[in-house]
T-cell receptor, first 115, second 114 residues
């Protein structure tokens, strides 16, 4: 689990604030993911980056803005969030390509509360 | 579209007894199946995966899973449960239409009593 780190671990923000979540992977992977985990719901894939290119955006509202400056770092910029955005945000990484199915490894998550 | 179903919200078992957490899947093409565990306030930890080969897959912490193609199932098992196994367990299948994204089940809470 220490191969993927996330900061902060907990975040409380108002609806008008701007904040960012950070994820860093130390596993040499080339793909990174953001998931949202809400109570009583399956994990929702939000964004996928492969070699720094965004390859998937699952109809996520524009108040969530991802950034992937390199293959080791992934950010999720937050602004004007709603209370229903309160959830655990999980980052994951793996190696894509070559026909292999490499396991996704997850960070510990950021528990976000929007007041 | 790929999907997995975990029919039990919670499984209760006494320590020392065998445990099974159920998962069924629906995929087009070959299934690539995974089990993850989540402890409170933690991320998901990888337990095991099935890609091809033996139907019985062994993983971390003494867990194993049995792939059954005819029943489209991938149940997680452990011969003797520990109290420390109490956690939330997720089954997942790789979406063969996308960039290897995972489709997760809703999760099963395992409660092991002393």
């Amino acid at each position: 689990e220490t191969g993927v780190t996330q900061t902060p671990r907990h975040l409380v923000m108002g609806m008008t604030n701007k904040k960012s979540l950070k994820c860093e992977q130390h596993l040499g992977h080339n793909a990174m993911y953001w998931y949202k985990q809400s109570a009583k719901k399956p994990l929702e894939l939000m964004f996928v980056y492969n070699f720094k290119e965004q390859t998937e955006n699952n109809s996520v509202p524009s108040r969530f803005s991802p950034e992937c400056p390199n293959s080791s770092h992934l950010f999720l910029h937050l602004h004007t969030l709603q209370p229903e955005d309160s959830a655990l945000y999980l980052c994951a990484s793996n190696s894509q390509g070559g026909g292999s199915t490499d396991t996704q490894y997850f960070g510990p998550g950021t528990r976000l509360t929007v007041l | 579209a790929q999907s997995v179903a975990q029919p039990e919200d919670q499984v209760n078992v006494a320590e020392g007894n065998p445990l099974t957490v159920k998962c069924t899947y629906s995929v087009s093409g070959n299934p690539y199946l995974f089990w993850y565990v989540q402890y409170p306030n933690r991320g998901l930890q990888f337990l095991l995966k099935y890609i091809t080969g033996d139907n019985l897959v062994k993983g971390s912490y003494g867990f194993e899973a049995e792939f059954n193609k005819s029943q489209t199932s991938f149940h997680l098992k452990k011969p003797s449960a520990l109290v420390s196994d109490s956690a939330l367990y997720f089954c997942a299948v790789r979406d063969n239409t996308g960039f290897q994204k995972l489709v997760f089940g809703t999760g099963t809470r395992l409660l092991v009593s002393p």
